[in-house]
């Protein structure tokens, strides 16, 4: 249970960055396009 649950922690991890990666880049372009 300990190694699914550490599995499970560490792909959410993972996917929660690949998400804030992809939000982010296009939202900081849209900020300096605007500036």
Not at 20 to 34: M, S, W, Y
Request: charged share 15%; aromatic share 8%; glycine share 2%.
């Amino acid at each position: 249970i300990r190694t699914s649950f550490s599995a499970w922690r560490i792909a959410l991890h993972v996917m929660g960055r690949a998400l804030v990666r992809l939000f982010i880049q296009p939202d900081a372009v849209n900020l300096q396009r605007c500036l």
